[in-house]
């Protein structure tokens, strides 16, 4: 079985500020992992992806990710903030295999201030 | 390539009135699956479709039906509607490729509302 807890549901940063959203997971498999982002009142939008590759992911828009298999965590990361990245955001876990379901965190708000 | 289409985009239902959500991908994905979002929720999984001619029960299946018509074509049915169905619905597919790749692709959503 496949579950995962995103662990703040509302991150507030300023402008220009590192962020940081933290994603911890639970699978029987080796998992996939994927951030998705929503701006308001619109569809989802994959951000990054770890597909069992190379541990530390780059996604869109500034955004990466690490894979620790220790601390079984996603956190996504982005070095500077901007304004444009206010949404809400999805850690996403796969066990992997084909035709499995994709199990959906229940979402980090993230604000940002001027 | 028109990825993963959902029809209609909105729709409000009265209680009890029924109707089907269509979902189509032209990605020759195996792999389908309809989601429903609520506030606070993230998105919970309703039903999936692993191929052609399989379907399974998600997380939240209890007052929905589904069709996998053919590879293309996934539909989400509602009996009667109940207010506790107002949601945003989404559809997606995807598919392992035998290289290692993995797609997944997410439709627009469809916006109910039940009265």
């Known amino acids: 079985a496949q579950s995962v807890t995103q662990l703040d549901s509302h991150v507030s940063v300023s402008e220009g500020t590192p962020v940081l959203l933290r994603c911890n997971y639970s699978s029987s498999y080796s998992p996939s992992l994927f951030w998705y982002v929503q701006h308001p009142n619109k569809g989802l939008q994959l951000l990054l992806k770890y597909t069992s590759a190379a541990t530390l992911v780059k996604g869109i828009n500034g955004f990466e990710a690490e894979f620790k298999k220790s601390e079984t965590s996603f956190h996504l990361t982005k070095p500077s903030a901007h304004m444009s990245d206010a949404a809400e955001y999805f850690c996403v876990v796969s066990d992997g295999r084909a035709g499995t379901a994709l199990i959906f965190g229940k979402g980090t708000t993230l604000s940002v201030s001027s | 390539n028109a990825g993963v289409t959902q029809t209609p985009k909105f729709q409000v239902l009265k209680t009890g009135q029924s109707m089907t959500l269509q979902c189509a991908q032209d990605m020759n994905h195996n792999s389908m699956y309809w989601y429903r979002q609520d506030p606070g929720m993230g998105l919970r999984l309703i039903y999936y479709?692993?191929?052609?001619?399989t379907t399974d029960k998600g997380e939240v299946p209890n007052g929905y039906n589904v069709s996998r018509l053919n590879k293309r074509e996934f539909s989400l049915r509602l009996e009667s509607a109940t207010p506790s169905q107002t949601s945003v619905y989404f559809c997606a597919s995807s598919e392992w490729w035998g290289d290692g790749r993995y797609e997944q692709y997410f439709g627009p959503g469809t916006r109910l509302t039940v009265t």
């Open positions: 479709s692993a191929s052609e001619g």
